[in-house]
């Protein structure tokens, strides 16, 4: 064999090399040509095999030559190796297609209950002013549920509260949260501001604005000059960060024997804005907490000296607060536990 | 108390409009509930005059009458079935398109042949008086053809008095409210008696046993009179003010209660035995027939007004049927008493008779009242039904208090109301409450509270102090902190400015409800919905969990709304499971609920409450998808969600062991009791998971086959709380795993290998985690094969392969021993 003939039998085998490269459909096809033109026993090396028998000057020119027609095969077996991986992932892909419109795996989404977190909200805007939260017991000793708060057996305010009694004596179900005022002065020494919220009782007939089991968060703060004046701020603060700043409140002579002087606290209707409709029985205030600067009696009764001691308390329907929140019109909503309403919160 | 406004101007001026003076009261403390236009229904009823009556011919009950309205009006002809009427008299007469109160129309009729253009009005059809008999008769000076609105129209307002101002229900105490606001004056009543006959004390006597439950008794006397109705404009104002016309001799009494506030009672005298009457305390046995007709056996604590053959009524509360005042009686006794507040309330609570009278006396009385409240009695009654006033009273307490002196410091009275007010304008408020202000002398007394020793003034103190004079009726005034309100009330609450507290902050303290919060905000994070249940349930709800109805361990309410809510729940299941019910009725199968609330029981005789984590699934907890099978609710997963919140608390996982008792309402195959330990080590009995018993199910109506249920106390679970959560290193180190199918037999419990295999290859394993449960063939009939998988793990090496196999011998070692498994290969 001399040059030209190994050398056209290279040219050869490179034009059928890349020809069989670009017919290669997939990565088999691909590998057996690869083996057939480039691997040990492929037709490249077989051809350069017989190269000992060129004359020794033209050798490393068949090399050369050799080489070339090797780096180009292995240059179009990679870029069609990439060409048929490409192709390869995007058949995969359109493979992999689905109905982007189909919905989403269902998570259970949970719900807080609208009382319970009407409270915590309570808490938290009150919270920013120092307040700290206490606990007092839901079944209550008459003495701290009424004659610790001024208020003796037969005393005709008690009319004020239709009360559950309990089978064990001396105790009842706690009508209100104020009792905890005794808990709170008998355990911490002022100045106090304490926030107690709980579950409540009375002997009701239910109806949309009443039920038997209720909620209420009381408040409390005593010091040595704690007055009027920062019981009403205090309560337009909140009333302002639960209802929004602006909505204007009142403030006027209310009644409980635990509070002298004692106050109703009104804001303005938040269904009709202050032009009147049913639910503020058109006077265009809706009352949302009873509170007072604490009786002296009372103070005396947590342990205080009254005259070094003055402070006030609030007692806030949750409730009606959450009412008011959420813009529901029937309390019985709360307790009755429908998942329709629950869903939500 | 309901408060007619063309009343209430007898006492005092009002320009102000109905709206207007509603709100004013509201602002003073006397809120106003609501205003009731009467009349404002009447419409085109006016005053007609009767110019004929004639028999009908065709019916001999109904007569036809003609009726002029106005001048130029033409003659109306109205058939009537009413008897009292005559020529000349002025009466209502409906006219065709009236409305009568509660909406009833009238027009052109026929009856019996002949035609009614409109109605003659009784005073019962108007609401005026309570007469429905005959056609209401109006004075002959009302002028024909006005609207009856403008003349008996009035404006009613429902004033809500607080428990403390006794003293303002009535008219004449609101006057005074009405008279701070606008600076009225005040107009008492004249009263005025000419008295002639015999001395009272000729005619009656009166004895009290007990001073202290009748402080004051006023009896007067009061002959030849006539009993019949009422002057029409009395029978208006007494129904405006909701209460029913009788008789003149009773309303003249009802009309001094809402007049003056001071109850009286009113005896024929000649049902009172040789005139004697005795206030006195009920015997054993004794009886009284009640003005209601209802026959009372007498408890020894009723206070009575008797006479010496028996109880008469029962002092303060209902007189008796036998002593009542009859349109035949011709002479009264008049009783006009003071009584112990706490005996009346009592009294009327016993019998279940809370009058208008009860309600007044259990407020207490101000003693001048009785002297002239019966003199204001005896001198209507002569105005109204005839008859002789005997000269004189009998009175068992003559001498009247004097009005309190109640010394103050305006210093404290500003101190409390944070608002800048000098004493001259504390003292001008007061004044116009009719409460006068004197210069305090050294040695005055403060009282700060009423049994409290008072703060005795110095000269210093004096020279800073005023004393109130409060006037009698004003008994709710006590102490130093009920001057600063009537200050604050008078002055106008609303003009207290807001300001922000700038006294010091109390200690920091953390809030109790963190890791209740912490407990719900987890479990709505993994898509529970929570539940306020009722803390009342029934009887019934507990002998289903197995507690008696009776069980001395329950707290019962005495006085329940209903049965179904009358005992304190000693348990959150009952309510959670009625959730559920209530909400497969509508068709919502699926749920996870939760509820943190207290369960009440008795401990060694005292109440005792414990906060309890209730938690429900039932049905499907994956969520019905189309890409995703089902997953119905069970005690693994109710096991799982427990898990969850204890690891998202940083409390360890719980131990699961099958309790020694199965409660009756729970699977006796399907129970788990839980046990954690807390940071000290200790172990806490944390609660239950359990899927219900299929009867209980049943019992309560639920219909889910599957329903799972934890109820978990908060109080272990607070107490397994870490005291501080703290970093631990994790080794970087690479870390072996290594399963194990084990066999067990009958008897041992997934729980028993996992604390072998636990304890077997305590220090080095990291992890482990059950993967397989598998029964059947090869296996023995009671066997079962657990596949673990244990992650092995030393803190600072690589272990060794020698190292691992020793660690995994030592564990089948230990399971072999132990537990009799083998290891299936």
């Known amino acids: 064999m001399d040059l030209e003939t190994i050398s056209a039998r290279l040219a050869a085998l490179e034009e059928a090399g890349l020809a069989a490269i670009r017919g290669a459909a997939d990565p088999d096809a691909l590998e057996a040509v690869q083996v057939a033109y480039l691997g040990r026993r492929g037709e490249l090396k077989t051809l350069l095999g017989g190269i000992g028998a060129l004359p020794a000057e033209h050798r490393p020119q068949v090399g050369a030559i050799g080489n070339r027609v090797r780096e180009t095969l292995e240059a179009a077996l990679q870029v069609r190796r990439a060409e048929l991986d490409a192709a390869a992932l995007e058949a995969r892909l359109a493979h992999e297609a689905v109905d982007v419109t189909l919905p989403g795996r269902p998570f259970r989404r949970g719900s807080l209950h609208p009382l319970i ?34 208020i003796p057996p037969d005393h005709p305010a008690r009319d004020l509260w239709d009360t559950l009694y309990t089978d064990v004596p001396g105790y009842l179900l706690r009508t209100h949260t104020s009792p905890g005022q005794i808990h709170v002065m008998q355990q911490t020494a002022p100045p106090i501001r304490a926030l107690l919220p709980g579950r409540c009782f009375r002997y009701e007939a239910v109806d949309a604005s009443h039920g038997f089991e209720f909620f209420q968060v009381e408040g409390l703060m005593v ?29 006027r002579p209310g009644y409980y024997p635990f509070t002298e002087p004692s106050v109703a606290f009104d804001v303005q209707c938040v269904v009709c804005d202050g032009l009147g409709c049913a639910s503020c029985k058109r006077t265009g205030w809706m009352t949302i907490l009873g509170a007072g600067m604490v009786h002296p009696v009372v103070l005396r009764n ?15 329907g949750t409730d009606r607060i959450a009412i008011l929140r959420y813009g529901i019109d029937d309390i019985r909503i709360f307790l009755e536990n429908d998942l329709r309403f629950l869903e939500q919160f | 108390m309901r408060v007619p406004l063309s009343w209430l101007r007898e006492y005092v001026e009002i320009e102000l409009s109905p709206e207007a003076l509603a709100e004013r009261l509201t602002l003073l403390g006397m809120e106003v509930q609501a205003i009731e236009h009467r009349g404002a229904d009447w419409r085109r009823i006016v005053v007609g005059e009767l110019v004929t009556v004639e028999p009908h011919p065709q019916s001999d009950h109904l007569l036809i009458t003609t009726v002029r309205t106005g001048p130029g009006e033409p003659l109306l002809t109205i058939l009537t079935g009413a008897s009292n009427v005559a020529p000349g008299q002025h009466v209502p007469v409906a006219v065709p398109g009236a409305v009568l109160p509660g909406g009833r129309r009238i027009e052109v009729t026929r009856m019996a042949g002949r035609e009614s253009q409109g109605m003659l009005c009784s005073g019962d059809e108007l609401g005026l008086t309570s007469d429905a008999e005959g056609i209401l008769i109006l004075p002959l000076e009302t002028p024909v053809g006005a609207p009856l609105v403008d003349l008996y129209g009035d404006a009613v307002l429902d004033v809500d008095v607080k428990p403390n101002r006794g003293d303002a229900l009535s008219l004449l105490g609101l006057a005074r409210e009405v008279a701070a606001v606008t600076g009225a004056q005040v107009r008492w009543p004249e009263i005025a008696l000419s008295e002639s006959g015999t001395p009272t004390a000729e005619h009656v006597a009166v004895e009290v046993t007990d001073a202290g439950l009748c402080p004051r008794f006023v009896a007067r006397y009061v002959d030849e009179l006539d009993v019949g109705p009422s002057p029409l404009l009395v029978q208006a104002r007494l ?13 003249a009494s009802n009309y001094v209660m809402l007049e003056l506030g001071k109850p009286t009672h009113t005896f024929d005298a000649a049902a009172i035995a040789e005139g004697r009457i005795i206030v006195r305390l009920a015997r054993p046995g004794e009886r009284l027939e009640t003005l209601d007709h209802v026959v009372r056996e007498l408890t020894a604590d009723t206070l009575l007004i008797a006479d010496p053959r028996g109880p008469l009524g029962l002092a303060g509360v209902m007189g008796g049927a036998a002593s009542e005042v009859r349109d035949a009686t011709t002479a009264i006794v008049i009783e006009s008493a003071v009584f112990d507040p706490v005996s009346i309330r009592r009294t009327a609570r016993r019998y279940a008779l809370r009058s208008e009278a009860s309600l007044r006396f259990e407020k207490g009385q101000e003693p001048r009242l009785a002297r002239i409240g019966a003199d204001r009695v005896a001198q209507l009654v002569a105005q109204w039904a005839g008859g002789r006033v005997a000269p004189g009273r009998i009175d068992t307490a003559p001498v009247e208090p004097a009005p309190r002196r109640l010394p103050f410091r305006p210093a404290r009275v500003v101190r ?20 006068e202000t004197a210069p305090a002398q050294p040695g005055d007394a403060v009282r700060v509270a009423a049994d409290m020793p008072s703060v005795v003034l110095d000269a210093e103190a004096a020279r800073e102090a005023l004393v109130a004079i409060v006037p009698t009726h004003r008994r709710d005034l006590e102490i130093e902190a009920d001057l600063a309100e009537e200050v604050a009330r008078v002055r106008g609450y609303d003009r207290i400015p807001g300001r922000l507290p700038e006294t010091p902050m109390p200690e920091y303290r953390p809030d109790p409800r963190r890791a209740v919060d912490a407990v719900r905000d987890a479990l709505a994070g993994r898509g529970l919905d929570e539940v306020v249940t ?22 019962r309410v005495t006085n329940p709304i209903s049965a179904e809510h009358s005992q304190l729940r000693r348990s959150l299941l009952p309510g959670l499971l009625r959730v559920l019910v209530e909400n497969e009725r509508q068709r919502r199968v699926d749920v996870a609920l939760f509820e943190v609330g207290h369960v009440h029981d008795l401990a060694a005789g005292e109440p005792r409450e414990q906060p309890m984590l209730g938690l429900l699934l039932a049905g499907d907890q994956a969520g019905a998808a189309w890409n995703q099978p089902p997953r119905p609710a069970d005690l693994w997963e109710a096991r799982g969600l427990v898990d969850a919140l204890c690891s998202r608390l940083g409390v360890p996982l719980p131990e699961a062991t099958v309790p020694a008792e199965i409660p009756p309402y729970a699977h006796p195959g399907r129970t788990a009791q839980l046990r954690v330990s807390g940071p000290d080590g200790q172990a806490l009995d944390l609660g239950r998971v359990f899927e219900p018993h299929p009867r209980y199910l049943e019992a309560v109506g639920a219909r889910s086959p599957h329903v799972a249920v934890a109820l978990v106390s908060l109080t272990a679970l607070q107490a397994a709380l870490p005291r501080a959560r703290r970093y631990v290193p994790f080794p970087r180190v690479p870390a072996v795993e290594r399963d194990l199918a084990i066999v067990i037999g009958a008897g041992r419990s997934a729980g028993d290998v996992e604390r072998v295999v636990r304890d077997a290859a305590a220090p080095l394993l990291r992890g482990l985690r059950l993967f397989d449960v598998y029964r059947g063939a090869p296996l023995g009939p009671d066997e079962r094969s657990l596949a673990f998988r244990l992650t092995l793990q030393a803190a600072d090496r690589t272990l060794t392969d020698e190292e691992i196999d020793a660690a995994v011998a030592q564990v089948v070692d230990a399971l072999a021993t132990r537990l009799g498994a083998r290891i299936r290969s």
């Open chain 1, 117 to 150: 977190e009407t409270n915590r909200e309570i808490a938290r805007i009150f919270g920013q002013f120092g307040f700290v939260v206490y606990e007092g017991p839901e079944v209550e000793t008459d003495v701290r549920n009424f004659q610790a708060l001024n």
């Open chain 1, 223 to 251: 010091d040595e000059g704690t007055t009027m004046a920062d019981l009403r701020g205090l309560l337009d603060a909140f009333t302002h960060a639960m209802f929004g700043g602006g909505r204007p409140t009142r403030f």
């Open chain 1, 302 to 316: 947590g342990g205080l000296d009254p005259e070094r001691y003055q402070g006030f308390a609030f007692g806030l």
């Open chain 2, 239 to 251: 129904s405006a003010a909701g209460v029913r016309p009788v008789s003149n001799v009773v309303d």
């Open chain 2, 416 to 435: 409390l109301l944070g608002a800048p007010i000098d004493a001259a304008e504390m003292r001008a408020l007061l004044a116009r409450v009719e409460v």
């Open chain 2, 534 to 555: 009722h803390a009342l349930i029934g009887p019934h709800d507990h002998e289903r969990l197995g507690i008696a109805a009776d069980d001395p361990g329950t707290i």
